[in-house]
T-cell receptor
C-alpha cells in the first residue's frame, strides 16, 4: 500500500505571497490532519478533515485554511505569507481519525 | 488544555547502555503514541498504548503506559547508533487533535 504523499516537497516563497500544499492519504483513509513543525514551537496541529468536513481546527490565524476533496485528498493554503510561516508542514492520515496517524514526508516551506 | 511534557529533551548515550525517556500528560487520555523522526524526515509510528499497564516492545525499544500517573515511558535497551533520532510522544483524548510533546533528541555515541 502506498503511503501518504505530499507535494511539493520543497518550496521557497516571499513574504506576502500565498501557497497551496497538497496531501494524498493512504488509500481508504478518510481522515487527514495537518501539522506545522518548527524548531521553536515543535509540532502544532493545524486542522483535521474527515469526509470533506473540517472536524477540528488548531490555534492558527485565518490565513491558514484547508479543504478535503471527495477522494480524501486534501490541500492547505496559506495566504499573505510571513517569515514565521517557514516550517515543515506535515500531513497525516488515518482511517477515521481516532487511530494511529501515518505521516507523509512533509513539505518544507521557506519564506524569504 | 492538555499538556504533554517529555524529558529529557536531549539525551546523549553510549552504545550498549540503557536509558528511559519520560512522557507526562496533564489530563485523562484515550491513547498514547510514540513516534520516531530522523533528521529531515517525517514521523514514523512506533507504538500505540491503549490502556493502563499496556506494554509494547519492538527490538531494543519498550513502551509502557500508567494512566493513573499519566505517564508513559520509552525504554531503550543496549543502545545502538541506529537508534539516534528524535522521539515524540503524542496524546489523544478522543475526538480532539493529537497533542505532541516537544520531542527527545537522542544521540547514541560509540
Amino acid at each position: 500500500k502506498a503511503g501518504v504523499t505530499q507535494t511539493p516537497r520543497y518550496l521557497i516563497k516571499t513574504r506576502g505571497q500565498q501557497v497551496t500544499l497538497s496531501c494524498s492519504p493512504i488509500s481508504g483513509h478518510r481522515s487527514v490532519s495537518w501539522y506545522q513543525q518548527t524548531p521553536g514551537q515543535g509540532l502544532q496541529f493545524l486542522f483535521e478533515y474527515f469526509s470533506e468536513t473540517q472536524r477540528n481546527k488548531g490555534n492558527f490565524p485565518g490565513r491558514f485554511s484547508g479543504r478535503q476533496f471527495s477522494n480524501s485528498r486534501s490541500e492547505m493554503n496559506v495566504s499573505t505569507l510571513e517569515l514565521g510561516d517557514s516550517a515543515l508542514y506535515l500531513c497525516a492520515s488515518s482511517l477515521f481519525g481516532q487511530e494511529t496517524q501515518y505521516f507523509g514526508p512533509g513539505t518544507r516551506l521557506l519564506v524569504l | 488544555e492538555l499538556k504533554v511534557e517529555q524529558n529529557p529533551l536531549f539525551l546523549s548515550m553510549q552504545e550498549g547502555k540503557n536509558y528511559t525517556i519520560y512522557c507526562n500528560y496533564s489530563t485523562t487520555s484515550d491513547r498514547l503514541y510514540w513516534y520516531r523522526q530522523d533528521p529531515g524526515k517525517s514521523l514514523e509510528s512506533l507504538f500505540v498504548l491503549l490502556s493502563n499497564g499496556a506494554v509494547k516492545q519492538e527490538g531494543r525499544l519498550m513502551a509502557s503506559l500508567d494512566t493513573k500517573a499519566r505517564l508513559s515511558t520509552l525504554h531503550i535497551t543496549a543502545a545502538v547508533h541506529d537508534l539516534s533520532a528524535t522521539y515524540f510522544c503524542a496524546v489523544d483524548m478522543g475526538n480532539t487533535p493529537l497533542v505532541f510533546g516537544k520531542g527527545t533528541r537522542l544521540s547514541v555515541i560509540a
